[in-house]
């Protein structure tokens, strides 16, 4: 059974810097991409990062270019999302997904063919 289980979400002041973690089990970890999207209360959900299975490769969403860093632990079965000069609108509830897509797919700023997806973490920004 595939578990996908995110940690570290809190509520934060703008301008603070937060990291989220996403912890895999039963799957190959190193087979699989490993991303992170959000979705805010009434909105669409969003494509954040993305890693390649051995961490060489890294892509972001505009919205977060320059300020999330996106890494991986293969030894730990771990993905981090590292967000700093966090804003208000980045207020939202972060989840992690694999897939065996490549992490340059454009299928992940699209949010499809993820194999798998964590519950998430709320991550609340206040002004």
């Known amino acids: 059974q595939v578990q996908l289980v995110e940690s570290g979400g809190g509520l934060v002041q703008a301008g603070d810097s937060l990291g989220v973690s996403c912890t895999a089990s039963?799957?190959?970890?190193?087979?699989?991409?490993m991303g992170w999207f959000r979705q805010a209360p009434g909105k669409e959900r969003e494509f954040v990062a993305a890693v390649s299975r051995f961490g060489v490769s890294k892509y972001y969403g505009d919205s977060v270019k320059g300020r999330f860093t996106i890494s991986r632990d293969n030894a730990k079965n771990t993905v981090y999302l590292q967000m700093n000069s966090l804003k208000p609108e980045d207020t939202a509830l972060y989840y992690c997904?694999?897939?065996?897509?490549?992490?340059?797919?454009?299928?992940?700023?699209?949010?499809?063919?993820?194999?798998?997806w964590g519950k998430g973490t709320l991550v609340t920004v206040s002004s």
């Open positions: 997904a694999a897939a065996t897509l490549p992490a340059s797919a454009s299928s992940w700023f699209q949010g499809s063919g993820m194999d798998y």
């Open positions: 039963g799957l190959t970890f190193r087979s699989y991409a």
